[in-house]
Every structure is written in structure tokens, then in C-alpha cells.
């Protein structure tokens, strides 16, 4: 897309057409791309408005709500943050009472509508012209353009008089792919921590290092509908007095710190009658040894992101499974069991072990009438399959 079609989406024409069409299907768009051609409509309004359908049908659910009022790019229906997570993390900003923020690398303008919706103005910065512009039309169909103002420019040459805090959102891609040096990110994020603004939030890969995270930062993974799908980092007035780590899920909003870490470290012991195992981002946040301390119970494994417990747990941090059997890792013993069982559907889990879920499959020969779970995986160091059912 180039500036002049991001344009052409903003006129009243555009709009009429875009609200006039149905649900976008790929198999119907050339039939459809003819029909609104022979009806008069000039050809490089339709193909942007197709083009535009085709991206909000497929970023519907990933940005829901906003998601069908929301004009993108293909960038933006990819990588935009969620929502239900902009408006997570727009209210510490609004808890920390900070009037003023400035949202460098706006992207779509989804954090900056989610900070304006919580009552702050936003000044959204954004290198890209096409894409501010289209911020800019975002905060105009969401009603929000008398909070929002947009500018394009790097975030190095951003003017951040009278800003009280920061959000900054790297851009971690370059030629199609993901860069994982911090270094390497645009702007970087040594450059992103040293602004002198105390209030501070950067948007960061979930897979950031420990050593990049400075021990002033609140690291937060979050998880939304049990999937990890954003880290950030806090400090200042953003940043929850004395923690360094947390875990959050959504849409429910529960979350775990490190200063929920029991004292001396996790109980590890033999696996009772469930297995739970913790959502992504409290694996990744470091703070199984916490979802064991809730629910009263130990590891199955020093190493290994399982709990165990005699009896079901009410936790909303890890999924359960009630165990059936346990036997040690062996080929034939294990597709004996299955057959035994009249298993013919299995879900192979792997942790802690150098198994392909996919050629085990292949090898267990499975043809039964049953469904079963298989976790390979160790307990207390020695290889073992489980076989269990969800709770």
C-alpha cells in the first residue's frame, strides 16, 4: 500500500463501500472485485477496499474488538498488539497518573487508542507515512482523535516535550523476519532504556535474555487465551514496587510476581494422581516453583515445568491432567499399554526429553476407539511416559 491509497481509504467513499460489503472470502473476491467495478466504482478504490476486507477478515478475532473498525496494513493485522493486552497495560499508565504519553512506533495505533481510551493523550509517533496515516484514520473511526495526535518521524528524532511517560514498540522484524538481537532492533533497546524519561515501557520478544533486562525493570510475560503473545518492560512509576518478574492471563487478569516465589525454593517429589502444567508465560516468567507453592504441592522434576498434586487444584495458572498410568519410557511397553487401552487418538506431549512428538506418533501404530494424552517426559530425572486425560 503507498500513501496515496491510505488516503484514498480515508474518504466518505471508501467508508461506504467498505461498511457496504459482506464477509470477505477469498474464493468470491474476484467476482466480487468485477461486480463493484461494473457498478461504477473506480478500479483503485475497489482494490483497496477488497484489499482492506481481506485484512480485517483476517485479523477479526486477533484484534477483536476492534478489529473489523480498524483500518491495517499487512504488518499491522500480524503484529499490532491485542487489544484486550493494550488496554491491560494502558491501565498502569492511567493507575500511575501520568496525563501525557508518547507511543513511539505506533504502528496501527492500537496501544495509542487504548491509552487514549483510558483518558490520556497520546502523541503516536510512527516512521512509516502509510501507516501513521492509517493510525490516524483509527483514531478517527474510534472517536479518539481529539486524544491522539500522530506524527511521522523515528523515535530518535520524536519531540518529547511535555511527554510524562514513554511506551516504546521496537520494530523486531527486518526483511520478513524476526530479529532476536536487542541490539539489532529499531530503535534498540539500549538506546529505548537510556531515554531519561523515569516512566518507561517498551514492548519486548517474549524470548528476551535475563542479562538485557536491567534490575530497575519489571519484566511482564502475558498470555491471552493461554497463548504467550507479549513481554514487556516497566519501570519507574509503571513498575510494581520490588518486582522484576510477572506473569499475567488473559481476559481473566490473574497474575503471579516473583514475590509470590516460596521461601528456599520449590518441593520437588514423586507424581501423585494430577499433573498441571503452567501457562506459558509463568514458565517463561521463571515462577513455576509459585503455582506449586499455591496449590500446596511439589515438581515432579527440578528441572521441569510440571506440578504435581494428590488432588485436583484450583488454579487458573496451569491446565491439569488427571493420570491414568505412568511406566518407564520404552517404545514397546508404551504402544502395548495404548493397545491395551483400545487408544487411537493420542495427544503426544514432550518436556524434557529429545522425543519427536510426530515420529512417535507414527511409530505407536495407534488403532483404537479412544482418546488419550501421552506426556513424555522425567520425574525425578528418570525417562517416563504418562498417559492422562485433561481434567
Known sequence: ???????????????????????????????????????????????????????????????APWGTRLLLTDDGAQQATRPAVARHRAQRFRAAGIPTVADLGCGIGVDALALAEAGLTVVAVERDAVTAELATANAERLGLSHQVTVTVSTAQDADLTGVGAIFADPSRRAGGRRVADPAAWSPPLAWVLSLPTPELAVKVAPGLGATDVPEDVERELVSHDGHV??????????????????????????????????????????????????????????????????????????????????????????RGFQVEAVMPFQLKALRAALREGDIGSAEIKTRGSAVDPEDLRRRLRLRGRQAITVLVTRVLGEPVAILARRT
Open 1 to 63: 500500500m503507498d500513501l496515496a491509497a491510505a488516503r484514498l481509504l480515508r474518504t466518505p467513499e471508501a467508508r461506504a463501500l467498505l461498511a457496504s460489503l459482506g464477509r470477505y472470502r477469498p474464493e468470491t473476491a474476484l467476482a466480487c472485485a468485477e461486480e463493484l467495478r461494473a457498478a461504477g466504482h473506480p478500479a483503485d478504490l475497489v482494490a483497496v477496499v477488497l484489499t482492506q476486507a481481506r485484512l480485517a477478515a483476517s485479523a477479526a478475532e486477533r484484534l
Open 229 to 318: 503473545v507479549e513481554a514487556a518492560l516497566y519501570r519507574g512509576a509503571l513498575r510494581s514496587p520490588g518486582v522484576r518478574r510477572r506473569a499475567t492471563l488473559l481476559p481473566a487478569g490473574a497474575t503471579l510476581t516473583d514475590a509470590d516465589l516460596p521461601a528456599g525454593g520449590p518441593r520437588v517429589g514423586r507424581l501423585s494422581g494430577y499433573l498441571y502444567e503452567p501457562d506459558g508465560a509463568v514458565i517463561r516468567a521463571g515462577l513455576v516453583a509459585a503455582v506449586a507453592d499455591q496449590v500446596d504441592d511439589s515438581l515432579i522434576d527440578p528441572t521441569l515445568a510440571y506440578v504435581t498434586t494428590p488432588g485436583p487444584a484450583d488454579t487458573p495458572f496451569a
